[in-house]
Every structure is written in structure tokens, then in C-alpha cells.
């Protein structure tokens, strides 16, 4: 409880700041609880810049991204549970070690790729690179394992075949993996900086944490307008881990003792 408080405090103080004057916000001592708590700073949110714009942009590249994920890391992991090839644990060996490249060094090769194909500063650019992920698959496959075999053998001798088991009967008894794989990739998304600022150049296709950095400079350093806009792009995320945090936990220690 306690640790759990301390860790909530800096999201609650920027909320109080965020309803305090500048005055308010500067008076010695600090004030931890505004005096007398307004809107006005997140009406000159909104004034200042288009945070309705940027939140829909994020959101769009948050769920589309998010349906990918789990689109693709599903259907891989069931070929790597599911189906009998030659180097089948090599090639998931292969996937895994992906994941120790940080993606700083993958920067460059993304970005002259979308350039190729001429998808900078649009929604493709900032979705389809990020359309697959290893975490994903290992995820998927890990919670797959806990699937009993008779399950497939009953279905495929029911003449079902591997699209109707994977729709029908294998990604609805997953539903705890799939939501924490859905939350982990929104989340990861709608926080992303570098990709955006590297591939976006107009006001209109800014995503949340690139257009807040505009009120930095917009009205000086009015600490109650930014931290009112933080809150604001806040909101999304921690609405979405609020309401999915027990089947992210779930789906986090499914197959946790089966490898």
C-alpha cells in the first residue's frame, strides 16, 4: 500500500499542479493540495496546441499497431506449437534473440526503409514497423503450451482444420495472453518518442508525446499548462492498464511452468 502510494505520487502532484496558477505553482513552501483548483490550465491546453489531434493520431497508431501484434505473434506461435518442421527450435531461438537488439540500432535501417517506400510522415510509417514482435511470439507460444494436445487432436479428427482451431477454439481460451500481449503493445506504443520525431514533420500527423513537447515552448515555461497536458495524454494509457490489469496479469504467468 505504501509503495504503491509513493509510486502514484508524482502522477497525483502533477494532477494538483496541473489545477494551480502559476503563482501558486512558485509560492514558497510548496503547495501539495491547490488552494483553490481551476480548469484554466487545461483550457489553454487545448487553445495552444491540437491535443485532440494528437491524441486521435496516437490512438490510431496505438490500436492498429496493437492488432498487428497480436494478428501476427498469434498465428507465429501456433506454427511453433502447433506444427512438426526441421529446425523448428533453432528458428525460435533465432526469433528470441531478436529481442536482445536494442531498437536504437534498427533506427537507421527503419527509417531508410520507410523512406524507400515513401511512408514518411504518415500512418504507415509509424505502424508497420512496428506490425511484429519477438516478445509477442514468445508470449503467444508460452501460453499455447498450456493447451492440452488432445484438444488438437479431437478438433483435427472433428475434420477441423488449422484456421477454424485457431479461430474458434485456440485464441478464445488464450484471451488472458492475448489481452496482456494487447496492453503491453498499446502502452508501448502510445509512450513511443524516437520514431515519431524521426519520421513525422507536420503538426497533423504528431502523436501525443512529440506535440506535447510544443507547450514547452508555446506559453515559456508555465509548468501548471504542461503538466495539465501530460495529464491529458495520461488519461489513455493508464485508463487502458487500469481496466486490463488483471488479464495482464494473467496472461504475464500463463506458462509460466511449462516451457
Do not use: H
Not at 61 to 76: D, G, K
Not at 101 to 114: F, K, R
Not at 186 to 211: A, E, H, K
Amino acid at each position: 500500500m505504501f509503495i504503491g502510494a509513493l509510486l502514484a505520487f508524482p502522477i497525483l502532484y502533477g494532477l494538483s499542479m496541473s489545477l494551480m496558477s502559476d503563482a501558486l505553482i512558485a509560492s514558497y513552501p510548496p503547495k501539495i493540495i491547490p488552494v483553490m483548483p481551476n480548469l484554466d490550465n487545461y483550457y489553454k491546453v487545448f487553445e495552444t496546441v491540437p491535443i485532440l489531434r494528437f491524441v486521435i493520431n496516437s490512438l490510431l497508431v496505438s490500436v492498429a499497431v496493437m492488432l498487428m501484434q497480436v494478428l501476427t505473434s498469434s498465428l507465429a506461435a501456433y506454427g511453433f506449437v502447433f506444427f512438426n518442421f526441421k529446425y523448428k527450435k533453432l528458428l525460435f531461438m533465432g526469433v528470441l534473440a531478436t529481442m536482445m537488439i536494442p531498437s536504437e540500432a534498427t533506427l537507421i535501417s527503419n527509417y531508410l526503409n520507410v523512406t524507400a517506400l515513401k511512408m514518411l510522415n504518415s500512418y504507415p510509417g509509424l505502424i508497420l514497423p512496428f506490425a511484429a514482435s519477438a516478445m509477442g511470439v514468445f508470449m503467444m507460444r508460452q501460453s499455447y503450451l498450456t493447451t492440452p494436445k488432445e484438444l488438437k487432436e479431437a478438433a483435427t479428427v472433428d475434420g477441423c482444420g488449422d484456421l477454424r482451431f485457431y479461430a474458434t477454439i485456440l485464441m478464445p481460451i488464450s484471451m488472458p495472453a492475448v489481452g496482456a500481449l494487447a496492453i503491453f503493445t498499446f502502452i508501448n506504443t502510445w509512450n513511443q518518442y524516437m520514431w515519431p520525431l524521426l519520421i513525422t514533420n507536420s503538426t497533423d500527423m504528431r502523436t501525443v508525446q512529440i506535440g506535447i513537447s510544443m507547450l514547452q515552448f508555446a506559453d515559456g515555461l508555465s509548468y501548471g499548462i504542461i503538466m495539465a497536458g501530460f495529464v491529458v495524454i495520461l488519461v489513455p494509457s493508464i485508463a487502458i492498464f487500469v481496466l486490463g490489469q488483471r488479464r495482464m496479469v494473467g496472461g504475464l504467468t500463463a506458462g509460466a511452468v511449462k516451457g
